[in-house]
Each structure stands twice: as structure tokens, then as C-alpha cells.
């Protein structure tokens, strides 16, 4: 008699990426409660299905504690018509959704295979050991964010810090920790990170310059300068149409077993003994 094997699907209980926290808020007083049924009546009213708006209103609510908590997932699951299952699922997926309580500035460290070869594991290392813990910032390894061009690329809070490097990086930190406006690469004087929920969910942005137009920088059009000095061009759409012949139509494959059941195994296969 063979006996049992469990296997454990999913993170560890002891893992910190649990949506259920210790402390983490189960339900929200009446008057949070009714400031969130209203802004989430106005995302909803911006998509033709109320369940297209489960991004941004994870956005709405994480920006209310910082990151999602039990009461989160319950209210946009009631709001939506959604499982609990099917709301977790989308908020463990993205990992733009935080599931553990997340300071003001979220700085997080391009480690992937390009910022890493120019120093990002270098730059981790080093706040790693000038934070030692300090609660006043949350750090973490992020996944590319296609700022390849400008790596080691820095994030705080989703807003790019170019061209990092470990003093460069300690820097940023400390004048983050200080309460110093901080100014991003490209874009405007950081905000919070609820705050930055907020903006995520659609709602206006109040930072001044905002919403000005962004430009790609010089190494981001290298490739372009160096082919117009060059005199290069991309051919022109109807010299590519012309270059790709008409499908054969007797050699399009067609379905013609959509209504038809599945075949049964092949004699060919052997069969092993039974378990």
C-alpha cells in the first residue's frame, strides 16, 4: 500500500506575500466605506462591463492602506459581481499590487539580465546594507521595465531614476528618507506611493508639470539618429505588400472538426500496467 504524497500549491504560510497579514484591515468603516463605493461608481462608469474595471479599482483601494488587505479583495469582489477567487487572482498576479504593508516610497532595483551586468546587483546590495531595515522605505527587486536604454535603472514609486549607480542610489534614498522633493529622470516631483494608487486608478494628478508631454532621450533614439545619418529607411507599406504573395486558398487548412469528438488514443500507443 503506497502512502498518501501531499504536495502544497502556492506560497509558504510563513511567506510574506499572503494576503492575509496579521493586522491587515477585514472590513472598513462606514464613511471609508462609502468614499470607496463612490470612486469605484466612477471608474465603473468609464467600461462597458463593470468587471473590465478590476485594475484600476486594486489601484483605488491599495491606495487607501498602502497594499491589499482581506477587506480589499471582499470589496471589489462584491462591487464587481466577482469571486473572492477571481479578485486574488488578479491582485496576486500583478505585482504592481503589494500584499504587505508598503512605506511611502516603494524603491525598487532593476536586477534583470541588463541592469544587472551594469550594476544593479551592485546598486541592491548597497541600499540593502544604508536602509538596514529602515522602515521608512520599502525596498525590492523589480522585473525589466523597459528602460533598458538608460540601465541600471532605480524605480521609486513606478518613476525612473537613469543611469543608477550604489552612490548615486544611496543618495536618492537618503533625500527620499529626509523628505526633500525628490524629481525623477522623466516626469514629476514624486508623490507617495498611495498617492501614486490614487493617479493609477484615474484619477487626476495634482503635481505640477504632470501632464506634460514626455520625450525620448538621446539614447533612446540612437538607433534612429545613427539610420537617418545613414540615410536608411524602413520600406515603404506598399513595396512590402507587393513583396508578399496571395495566400493559396486550396492550401488555407480549414476546421473541419469543430463539431467532431476527439480521437481515441492511437493502437500504437503501448499501454504500462495499471497503478
Not at 523589480?142 to 535603472?153: H, K, L, M
Amino acid at each position: 500500500m503506497h502512502e498518501p504524497v501531499f504536495v502544497a500549491f502556492g506560497p509558504k504560510p510563513e511567506e510574506r506575500v499572503q494576503l492575509v497579514q496579521p493586522g491587515a484591515r477585514r472590513s472598513y468603516p462606514d464613511a471609508v466605506l462609502g468614499r470607496l463605493t463612490r470612486d469605484a461608481a466612477e471608474i465603473i462608469a468609464r467600461y462597458p462591463h463593470p468587471r473590465s474595471a478590476i485594475i484600476p479599482i486594486l489601484h483605488l483601494l491599495q491606495a487607501e492602506d498602502g497594499y491589499l488587505t482581506p477587506a480589499a479583495i471582499d470589496f471589489c469582489s462584491a462591487t464587481l459581481s466577482l469571486t473572492g477567487a477571481e479578485v486574488a487572482a488578479v491582485a496576486t498576479f500583478y505585482s504592481m499590487y503589494r500584499r504587505e504593508p508598503t512605506a511611502n516610497y516603494l524603491v525598487g532595483v532593476c536586477t534583470n539580465t541588463l541592469c544587472a551586468v551594469m550594476g544593479g546587483d551592485a546598486i541592491y546590495d548597497a541600499l540593502t546594507e544604508h536602509l538596514d531595515g529602515d522602515d521608512a522605505i520599502t525596498l525590492e527587486h523589480i522585473e525589466c521595465n523597459a528602460a533598458c536604454d538608460y540601465a541600471p535603472v532605480v524605480m521609486v514609486n513606478w518613476e525612473f531614476f537613469d543611469n543608477q549607480t550604489p552612490e548615486s542610489a544611496r543618495t536618492l534614498v537618503d533625500d527620499l528618507r529626509s523628505g526633500a522633493p525628490v524629481t525623477p529622470t522623466r516626469g514629476a516631483t514624486l508623490c507617495t506611493f498611495r498617492e501614486t494608487s490614487r493617479i493609477l486608478a484615474g484619477f487626476p494628478d495634482p503635481r505640477p508639470g504632470a501632464g506634460g508631454t514626455a520625450t525620448a532621450g538621446p539614447a533612446t533614439l540612437a538607433g534612429l539618429t545613427i539610420a537617418r545619418e545613414r540615410g536608411m529607411a524602413a520600406p515603404s507599406t506598399d513595396d512590402r505588400r507587393a513583396e508578399v504573395p496571395a495566400p493559396d486558398a486550396a492550401a488555407v487548412p480549414t476546421d473541419s472538426t469543430r463539431d467532431k469528438p476527439a480521437p481515441a488514443p492511437s493502437a500504437d500507443v503501448p499501454k504500462g500496467p495499471r497503478p
